[in-house]
């Protein structure tokens, strides 16, 4: 019988192919008490657990290093660095000590417990990417667990004769198939990912994760259809079952019909003939019917990503977040020698063309190192709002060295080509004149320490209400400006996107939304100063005539969305936009009116 599950879109295409099942790799967890002479062996026993997982890890990251760049993509060792650190964590192992040695729990007990305490906290994270890394804290612990066991957590080469239910040691496939398959899982680990680095699977489905989760990050990175957060997938769906990945429209389709299959197998066609299409545009420069030029720019996280931006045909990069260089240390953050490198490595791979950096987009919710995760959770959690609280502009000025050392590595990077300097979450004339004095002391130190600098731009993210109704005072310090619509949209409509029960009410469409970015846009554009959108709404096609009618010349989105944004550029002519936009601005329902006169 034919059935759909939904779930989040996360790469585009379709997929059709048998599926391949993946157990959840959760073990069940006897819970019993302990003597106290047994305290020592169970901590043992945790402990060695542990470094099997990172003995496994460092033999994965060797792996990887032998690897070139289509086998291997450079998420999958990113990913690995966030699971040697989590396995580090003082935290997690520490709260793991203190369940065996105050409570008596045995050793698998103490384990989930502390793994429950520290869930928590990720779930209370405000950054949606943070708020994710939950599922590798999750992978983590059940690794240890495997090994506590006895068992084997490395996924193994072997392809037993069509078991019921395969596990994750079963599911190293050799290319003798003759159907396509699918991959369908509760959640994916970096490790797992990488022994599928054959592109085996022609698309993946998870139970949990997020548009930033890891898979959904290596699904892009090897433009692999893939739909996340389908809750039951998993369990739905049988071995071998015929599946259709809808990566475009988020949806499972299962046992499809013949007539079903048939109209997929059609827009499988016609979207890969689309997507030839859309390539042949890489080196189109985006100029609307009338003549306007548009600027298409990348948003990147790591310095390798800058040849993906390239290959897209980005013209430059609008937005490198440098907090994921900062994610994951356990409280070693990266010094200014790293920090250098990594900023002239992401200007190195663009060639000469511009890069933006923003500052780290880090704090309260997001602690760097244990004393702060302490306090944090110290504190009453009814009062305690993330969204509102140290976070970005805020953080780094509360941390003049970390800021400082930051600054100086851009500076020393902008000697190395065009390098604009973007910094997030202002809201205030004070916090301004703070950051633009630490920028001048950063060029005092180089001076003295006869370092060489280069020029930089200054930038603001206008992302709060307080910031777009300001512009003024932004204006007479700042060269540009850069509209963060994610931020923006939820402090506007007061909505946390993470929160289910009122993410419908997420809108970018909003009145209210759509004022503020056009007066943003309107006043750039009156004092001569460049201005730019850098949130999902930039990359969003249904909303790209609209920016365009009400001035916008500036995208800056995924690379994977560049070349379909170019061809609604060039599809469009700004001047008759214009007007249209404005209709739509005064609307009271703006979506209605879109649609309406579309």
Request: proline share 5%; hydrophobic share 45%; charged share 25%.
């Amino acid at each position: 019988m034919t059935f759909s599950v939904h779930g989040l879109p996360v790469a585009r295409g379709i997929a059709i192919g048998r599926a391949v099942l993946v157990a959840s790799s959760r073990m069940d967890v006897a819970h019993y008490f302990i003597d106290a002479s047994q305290v020592e062996a169970e901590i043992g026993r945790v402990r060695s657990g542990r470094n099997q997982v990172v003995d496994e890890i460092a033999r994965l990251q060797q792996s990887i290093s032998l690897m070139g760049p289509k086998e291997a993509p450079h998420e999958l060792s990113a990913l690995l660095d966030v699971h040697l650190m989590l396995l580090q964590d003082e935290e997690l192992i520490g709260g793991v000590k203190h369940w065996i040695s105050e409570r008596l729990y045995n050793a698998e007990w103490a384990l989930t417990t502390q793994l429950e305490v520290v869930a928590r906290q990720f779930d209370e994270m405000e950054d949606e990417y943070l708020r994710e890394r939950k599922a590798d804290l999750e992978q983590v612990a059940e690794r240890i667990l495997r090994y506590m066991k006895g068992g084997d957590a490395v996924v193994q080469p072997a392809r037993p004769p069509r078991p019921e239910r395969k596990t994750q040691q079963d599911l190293l496939l050799d290319d003798t198939l003759d159907v396509p398959l699918v991959l369908v899982a509760h959640d994916l680990s970096p490790a797992d990912m990488l022994q599928f680095k054959q592109s085996v699977f022609a698309g993946f489905a998870t139970d949990v994760g997020g548009k930033t989760s890891h898979t959904a990050i290596i699904a892009r990175s090897m433009d692999i259809p893939a739909v996340v957060g389908s809750r039951s997938a998993s369990q739905l769906i049988r071995q071998d079952d015929w599946v259709i990945i809808d990566g475009d429209a988020g949806v499972l389709i299962v046992d499809p019909s013949p007539i079903i299959l048939a109209e997929y197998g059609f827009k499988q066609r016609q979207a890969e003939l689309e997507r030839g299409r859309l390539s042949r545009l890489r080196h189109t420069p985006a100029i609307t019917l009338d003549g306007q030029k548009v600027e298409l720019l990348a948003n990147i996280e790591l310095p390798d990503d800058a040849a993906v931006a390239l290959k897209a045909g980005a013209v430059g990069v609008g937005l490198f977040r440098s907090e994921f260089l900062f994610m994951g240390r356990a409280g070693n953050l990266p010094d200014e020698e790293e920090q250098y490198l990594a900023y002239k490595g992401a200007i190195d791979g663009m060639q000469g063309l511009p890069v933006t950096i923003r500052t780290v987009d880090i704090g309260a919710d997001k602690p760097l190192d244990n004393h702060q995760q302490g306090s944090a959770a110290a504190r009453d959690e009814s009062h305690l709002n993330p969204a509102l609280g140290l976070r970005a502009i805020r953080w780094s000025l509360a941390d003049p060295a970390m800021f400082l050392s930051q600054l100086r590595a851009i500076l020393r990077a902008a000697a190395h080509g065009q390098v604009n300097l973007l910094i997030p979450m202002l809201a205030h004339g004070h916090e301004i004149r703070q950051t633009l004095a630490l920028l001048d002391q950063a060029r005092v130190d180089l001076d003295d320490a006869t370092i060489p600098y280069g020029p930089l731009k200054l930038g603001a993210m206008i992302e709060v209400p307080a910031a777009a109704l300001t512009l003024n005072i932004f204006l007479k310090y700042f060269d540009f400006l850069s509209i963060g619509t994610n931020d923006l949209i939820q402090y506007t409509l007061a909505i946390d996107r993470a929160d289910e029960s009122v993410a419908h009410l997420y809108d970018p469409l909003h009145p209210a939304v759509l004022r503020l970015v056009a007066a943003t846009i309107a006043e750039c554009q009156r004092r001569g100063k460049g201005v730019s959108v850098c949130g999902e709404m930039a990359g969003d096609t249904s909303l790209t005539r609209l920016l365009l009618g009400l001035g916008l010349r500036s995208f800056s989105m995924h690379p994977a969305q560049i070349l379909a944004v170019k061809q609604e550029v060039l599809r469009s002519d700004a001047s008759r936009l214009a007007p249209w936009a404005q209709g739509v601005l005064a609307a009271d329902e703006p979506g209605l009116a879109i649609l309406v006169g579309g």
